[in-house]
């Protein structure tokens, strides 16, 4: 087994599958390999001091939301086998959870989140670079569903928030970073053929 920990940078738009994805290729190397997901949100600034009503007007979508600088510190101690105290994040409350989580090293780290591929210090981090590339309206649609079911939101909070935030740095920041992947996924985790070539590609890295 390799000294440095492998890791795998899912980036994407929004709702665009890079969980699902994530999942299908830990539940692959769970058995062989010590395997953890590291979620990009867990990262967003703490805002424990703003009142609610102004944590719901930050933009989410734009860089400055997260403290890359963190993330990229607890990569390079992943990427040596160390442990971190990783934070974890409240989309119901627009904050980070009181919750800190002690991850061990592991051999492979599967990293997802909006900005993987474009924030320049995380990619660097990343031996393999996948973006999935999902059509908007689907995105969309599946952002609706999740963020009124799971995440604590109205119909007209999330469509408001799309207009006005989501889309528009989507186009400024996550497709124009497309152009960084080593592997471009089309319609996320329902490709099971993309899904297998990574599955394959990452087992000839780490065995
Ligand atoms: P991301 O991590 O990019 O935001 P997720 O993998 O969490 O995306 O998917 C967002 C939502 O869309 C979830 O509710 C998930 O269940 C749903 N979803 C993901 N992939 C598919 C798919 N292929 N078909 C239908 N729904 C999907
Ligand atoms: O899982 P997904 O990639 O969709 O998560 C990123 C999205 O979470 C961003 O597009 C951002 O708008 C949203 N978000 C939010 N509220 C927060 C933090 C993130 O709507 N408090």
Redesign the pocket.
């Known amino acids: 087994m390799r000294e440095q920990a492998v890791i795998i940078g899912i980036a994407?738009?929004?709702?665009?599958?890079?969980?699902?994805?994530a999942h299908q290729l830990y539940d692959c190397f769970q058995g062989h390999h010590k395997v953890k997901i590291m979620k990009q949100d867990d990262y967003y600034k703490d805002q424990s001091h703003m009142v609610f009503e102004e944590r719901t007007k930050t933009n989410y979508d734009h860089p400055f939301a997260f403290d890359t600088d963190l993330l990229v510190e607890h990569l390079k101690k992943l990427k040596n086998k160390e442990t971190i105290l990783k934070p974890t994040y409240d989309y119901t409350l627009h904050t980070r959870s009181h919750i800190t989580e002690t991850i061990e090293g592991r051999d492979v780290i599967i990293l997802?989140g909006i900005f993987v591929l474009a924030e320049k210090a995380v990619r660097d981090m990343c031996d393999i670079l996948v973006y999935?590339d999902t059509d908007s309206d689907i995105r969309f649609i599946?952002?609706l569903?999740?963020d009124i079911e799971e995440r604590g939101r109205s119909l007209d909070s999330v469509c408001k928030q799309y207009l006005e935030t989501v889309r528009p740095m989507h186009e400024q920041f996550i497709e124009p970073s497309k152009k960084y992947a080593h592997i471009i996924v089309p319609?996320?985790?329902?490709n099971i053929v993309a899904v297998d070539l990574l599955i394959t590609k990452i087992k000839s890295i780490v065995d």
Do not use: H, L, W, Y
Not at 12 to 21: C, D, L, M, N, V
């Open positions: 994407g738009g929004s709702a665009s599958g890079k969980t699902s994805i997802e999935v599946r952002r569903r999740r319609e996320g985790g329902s």
